[in-house]
């Protein structure tokens, strides 16, 4: 059945990804493309071609005869797509332009992110173990990135692995807010710190090695900002920390019970747009253990 269900998405994957891409290569040469033309549902501005590529999929998977969730950022709540024939739904999370602001003012760092999982029709909300397939297109470069769930981890067609750490103070992607202020002695002894602004591409350096972690401890990211590269990095040997919970209050039961944490705990948790997660990545465990430890 899971066998099955890896298959059904990588198809889907095959078909609406190459798609996607392809489309904003056209939208992208009109006037208008980079305009802000509403506010979506996190009080962002949404472009003209992230509102365009968005309604280009879900058009898509109307056609398809399939049935499922969209899940997808200007939007902003869910879409349902087909009519229910089967007892499985496909799950479609779609991020049109991770990096709205660089691809604006012509900074090469942003996406197109794409997951696609699959779930019984009961399943009311899914999870993180549902997600199958991931894929990531960096604007800029042109490089793809492509995760499936048991099977690889690629860029560009080539198989890609986390890094082994070779420096004293890992490269790492630093978001925080007022309330992790207090942790910043700490993290900036003993990291390397830089942002770049789409966190699915910055996000995918770390399953290929170009950077060892990425810490967004604000609970803010969205389903989107994290989906297809939160496959890429475990398929490419990473580990991953997620919680849709305080990710202060963990750090303090942490310190308290003396207790580790656990590498696949984020497969329960919901893939909801009304869900805001914290995520932790790194090249391997040890990374996130010394840094829980550090912080905590």
């Known amino acids: 059945m899971v066998l099955q269900m890896t298959n059904d998405c990588k198809k889907l994957l095959d078909v609406l990804f190459p798609a996607l891409i392809q489309k904003y290569h056209e939208i992208i040469k009109e ?20 509102i365009m590529l968005e309604n280009f999929l ?5 056609r398809m005869g399939i049935h499922g969730v969209f ?13 229910t024939t089967a007892d499985e739904k496909y799950i479609i ?9 660089n691809l604006k003012r012509n ?23 549902h997600l199958q397939c991931g894929a990531i297109y960096d604007i800029g470069t042109g490089d793809q ?53 789409s966190a ?40 991953v920390f997620l919680t849709d919970k305080s990710i202060m209050n963990i750090l303090d039961h942490i310190k308290e019970n003396n207790t580790a944490y656990d590498p696949n705990a984020f497969l329960s948790i919901p893939v909801s747009l009304s869900t805001r997660y914290s995520v932790i990545a790194a090249a391997n465990n040890r ?5 829980l430890h550090i912080v905590a």
Not at 31 to 50: F, R, V
Not at 96 to 101: A, L, V
Request: no cysteine; charged share 25%; hydrophobic share 35%.
């Open 107 to 129: 900074i090469p760092f942003s996406t197109i992110a794409l997951a696609i999982g699959k779930a019984a029709e009961d399943e009311k909300i899914p999870t993180f173990r």
């Open 145 to 197: 990135y492509i995760a499936i769930k048991g099977e690889k981890a690629e860029k560009n067609g080539k198989t890609i692995k986390t890094q082994t750490l070779t420096q004293k103070k890992p490269l790492t992607v630093l978001y925080t807010d007022q309330r992790g202020l207090r942790l910043m002695p700490k993290i900036a002894a003993t990291h390397q710190l830089r942002n770049f602004g």
């Open 71 to 83: 899940l997808a950022e200007e939007y902003g709540s869910p879409r349902y797509f087909g009519k």
């Open 200 to 239: 699915s591409l910055e996000l995918a350096y770390v399953a290929e090695g170009r950077i060892d972690m990425y810490i967004d401890i604000r609970g803010r990211l969205s389903i989107y900002d994290i989906a297809p590269s939160i496959l890429l990095i475990k398929e490419a040997g990473g580990s």
């Open 58 to 62: 879900f058009e898509q998977l109307e």
């Open 31 to 50: 006037p208008q493309a980079l305009k802000e033309i509403k506010t979506n549902s996190k009080g962002q501005k949404s472009l003209y071609i992230d």
């Open 287 to 291: 990374l996130i253990e010394d840094f």
């Open 93 to 101: 999370v779609l991020d049109p332009i991770d990096g709205s602001t």
